[in-house]
């Protein structure tokens, strides 16, 4: 029973360790969440250089998990850890598509092209909301900017017909989007037609003011 022994005490120690590093990898997916969310937060606000200090310790995050985790491929590809990068996925790709710069691409964050995409249709809520930002002060070329953004995403997804197994479930959050650039084209619509009327009003005004 020597034998048995030895196995007995090396899986509790393979236990033991995989849990710790569980356990760290789900300290680090919220911490990761946290930064992300607090990135999209700083962008909305105008706040460049905080979100993309914030990208800074997310990236610094995500090549930390994947070291912690390189003996562990079942817990790095579980699926609280590959929410967490998705998140930081759809963080970059929100900040350098509202700043109208180079997409980071999926080498250069060093994550998965599965992960990746699915970051890019997130970030379509978030292109959604800054449009509605932007609405708000009125019709702006910016905001048409952001939905032909939304519009050539959609466009690269409806293309991505593969199964859900290599996708993670890319084709339901391709339906979702969907609906979101719809609404949003509507609001859009809606603005720009609210600018003429009140440019018409005004140029009613001026030619025959009140006497």
Known sequence: MDQFNLITENARKNFDERTAARDQALVQARQLTRLCAHTIRAIHRSESQPAHELLGEAHALVQQMQKDLVNYPDL????????????FSEASLTVAII????????????IEYNTYVNGLAECIGELRRRCLDILRQGYSEDAERLLSAMDEIYNFLVTMDYPDAVTQGLRRQTDLVRGIIERTRADLTLSLREQHLQEALQEFARRFPEK
């Open 99 to 110: 700043e109208n710069s180079v997409l980071p691409t999926p080498e250069e964050l060093g």
């Open 76 to 87: 790095y590809f579980a699926g609280y850890t590959q929410d967490a990068i998705k998140e």
